[in-house]
């Protein structure tokens, strides 16, 4: 089967594993992910994982609290979320490893860049949590750097919108969909797509970045086989 990409990374908000109950993570939800996962690493993808937090803790949530120390509470929350997706994952039969950038040996590998690549070679699903390791970054900073360390093809942003709008579709009814759309209009049009750090990454590396509705997980699949899904950011 052709497929449009040899390596993806795939960017998972935490609210994407929470399903309808908004926070914590739905068993039907994350299981119906990682069956899609389980797919295109079965059609010769080699997949990592970048997933954040937002579904236990949130940065704003912490107002009155010190920035850094919320961020970390924030990437102890992207490890929780790691651990499931990886005892999802194991449970259907891949081979996972989960790595994190910061050091906690008994449950999970330290980040390093060479071994997360063999990883991938051997057709592992490699899961990248706390972000990268670092407060004031966001984990979708961490996508777009571990997708730039491992050669990533693509980003698989997932969000609960199917695209990138010129606002938000929620609040503004007028709001036009892109089917295509350059990193640097992003950054003009000051659109929320990613952060502006993790968007000015993704530009100066030339990482092709696809924003699809996760709510459909078979849209991984679609995107994978070439379907134009979504919005492509290049």
Not at 84 to 105: S, V
Not at 170 to 179: C, I, L, R
Request: net charge neutral.
């Amino acid at each position: 089967m052709d497929i449009a990409y040899k390596r993806v990374l795939l960017k998972l908000s935490g609210e994407a594993l929470a399903g309808e109950r908004k926070n914590g993570i739905d068993a039907k939800t994350l299981g119906n992910i990682c069956d899609k996962v389980k797919e295109i690493v079965d059609m010769g993808v080699q997949v990592s994982i970048v997933v954040g937090g937002g579904n236990f803790w949130r940065g704003r949530y912490g107002h009155e609290m010190e920035r850094t120390t919320s961020d970390y509470m924030g990437m102890l929350a992207t490890t929780i979320n790691g651990l499931a997706l990886q005892d999802a994952l194991e449970a259907r039969g891949l081979f996972t490893r989960l790595q994190t950038a910061i050091e906690m040996r008994e449950i999970a590998e330290p980040y390093i860049k060479r071994k997360a690549a063999k990883h991938l070679e051997k057709g592992r699903v490699v899961i990248f949590a706390c972000g990268t390791g670092n407060p004031y970054f966001s984990t979708d900073t961490g996508a777009a750097l571990r997708a730039a360390e491992t050669d990533s093809e693509v980003i698989l942003l997932a969000k609960t919108i199917d695209g990138v709008y010129s606002a938000d579709p929620k609040e503004d009814k007028n709001a036009v969909k892109y089917d295509e759309i350059s990193y640097l209009d992003i950054l003009n049009k000051d659109l929320k797509v990613m952060d502006s750090t993790a968007t000015s990454l993704c530009r100066d590396n030339n990482i092709p970045l696809v924003v699809f509705g996760i709510d459909d997980p078979e849209n991984i699949v679609r995107i994978i086989k070439g379907e134009k899904i979504g919005t492509l950011v290049r």
